[in-house]
């Protein structure tokens, strides 16, 4: 009985979906790496609590959401169907996954050094921060794009102690792309939104208008990478991981039109996380060239 909700819950959250900001906060502690002349000593340790801290901050943050939107969530016919609403998972238990999740992210963050510690309840009320904010502001697309754009910073601090402004170049490109893609997926809710009294961009601006709002936001995206690689001196591949990104951002706004959203889902989930895995494989080949050579 405890597998199979704890299997609901993982479903519920879309726990595969780490994979969206994980390659960012690897990148994050890549660069750091770098810059200290990459340090062997612990690193494979590190990069554990890294990950660890990432996937269980996430976690927490989903949970969280599922539960204060319940009954917005039952009253939504895209929505309906999930977990809690529908019967399959009970809050209870969702709260309880919760707090293990931020325990385990404040447990996390306390190995990675006394930073890390400090600043760990600070984070988890930023990622929770985001589900209130549907209900006063349309602008909540930009609070959770900061919210998983923390995450290179933070892996960041985790290596080196400090924190390097340079860094918030990605912090600020993960925002926007985030943001970008949010806006994409609340299209789907337009008039639910309006009917609910809730606020989005889409609903704000409409649907035509809110889709050139996020191809600008994904330029921006753009714009931040590449001031990025001229910030860390970076080569050619990862100017090849640059160019990847936006091919696929290209890609992923053709398959959504204001008069057809049927392909949203494929556009938010598949080609999001292509963009993110590529971006870490292109950075982390060329740091590892550049170190080598």
């Known amino acids: 009985m405890f597998w199979e ?4 819950t993982l479903g519920m959250i879309k726990f595969e979906h780490s994979v969206f900001a994980l390659p960012f ?8 790496w770098r810059s200290q002349g990459f340090p062997r000593a612990g690193a494979v340790e590190k990069l554990v609590w890294i990950v660890l801290a990432m996937v269980t901050a996430r976690s927490a943050a989903m949970a969280f959401n599922r539960l204060l939107d319940a009954e917005i969530d039952a009253a939504n016919p895209r929505t309906k169907a999930r977990e809690i609403p529908a019967g399959k998972l009970s809050k209870r238990f969702t709260w309880g996954f919760l707090f293990v999740m931020s325990f385990a992210f404040v447990f996390a963050a306390a ?8 600043l760990s309840l600070p984070a988890l009320l930023i990622v929770f921060f985001y589900s209130f904010t549907k209900r006063f502001t349309s602008f909540s697309h930009l609070v959770l794009g900061f919210a998983l754009g923390i995450a290179p910073a933070a892996a960041w601090i ?5 924190l390097d402004p340079r860094i918030l170049w990605l912090t600020a490109a993960v925002t926007f792309w985030t943001a970008g893609f949010d806006v994409i997926y609340a299209c789907q809710d337009v008039a639910f939104d309006r009917s609910a009294g809730l606020y989005s961009l889409p609903q704000r601006l409409g649907i035509a208008r809110a ?13 931040c990478l590449a001031l990025l690689v001229d910030t860390f001196g970076l080569g050619p591949l990862a100017w090849a991981g640059v160019a990847s990104v936006a091919a696929l951002l290209v890609y992923e706004h053709s398959l959504v039109k204001p008069h057809d959203l049927s392909k949203v889902n494929a556009a938010f989930f598949t080609v999001n996380g292509y963009v993110s895995v590529l971006f870490f494989a292109f950075w982390a080949a060329d740091v590892y060239w550049s170190t080598k050579l």
């Not at 909700?5 to 609901?8: A, E, F, Q």
């Open 211 to 223: 889709l050139l709002l996020a191809r600008a936001l994904h330029a921006a995206m753009l714009l």
């Open 158 to 162: 985790a290596v080196t102690g400090l």
């Open 25 to 32: 906060a690897l990148t994050g502690a890549l660069l750091a």
């Open 5 to 8: 909700r704890l299997r609901l």
């Open 111 to 118: 190995a990675l050094g006394p930073l890390c510690f400090y």
